[in-house]
């Protein structure tokens, strides 16, 4: 069993930037993917980004590229999203979640959510 704590989202500016942190506790953490995944109302959880158990390998959406980058400090129990040039279309809940996929950008592929952390990004 993983617990999963978002913190890091609040109000910015259009070009502002924000640093998402999650926080695990329970056992193991360093064995799981963990991934950042974003919802407005109306519409579906969509992926963007994952870090690898060992912090090696990234993934990430396309619309993030360059922008968003994401890492884990596995000593500490930790996944971060660093968000820069930040646009009013980032606006969401961000969820962090842990799974066992390697990379997979689908929500199925995590068996454990956050209850997430509202990110507002005004024009």
């Known amino acids: 069993q993983v617990q999963l704590v978002e913190s890091g989202g609040g109000l910015v500016q259009a070009g502002g930037s924000l640093r998402l942190s999650c926080a695990a506790s329970?056992?193991?953490?360093?064995?799981?993917?963990m991934g950042w995944f974003r919802q407005t109302p109306g519409k579906e959880r969509e992926f963007v980004a994952a870090?690898?158990?060992?912090?090696?390998?990234?993934y990430d959406s396309g619309f993030v590229k360059g922008r968003f980058t994401i890492s884990r400090d596995n000593a500490k129990n930790t996944v971060d999203l660093q968000m820069n040039s930040l646009k009013p279309e980032d606006t969401a809940v961000y969820f962090c979640?842990?799974?066992?996929?390697?990379?997979?950008?689908?929500?199925?592929?995590?068996?454990?959510w956050g209850q997430g952390t509202q990110v507002t990004v005004s024009s």
């Open positions: 979640a842990a799974g066992r996929g390697r990379g997979s950008q689908l929500p199925r592929a995590y068996d454990y």
């Open positions: 870090i690898s158990w060992s912090g090696v390998t990234t």
């Open positions: 329970g056992r193991a953490f360093s064995t799981y993917t």
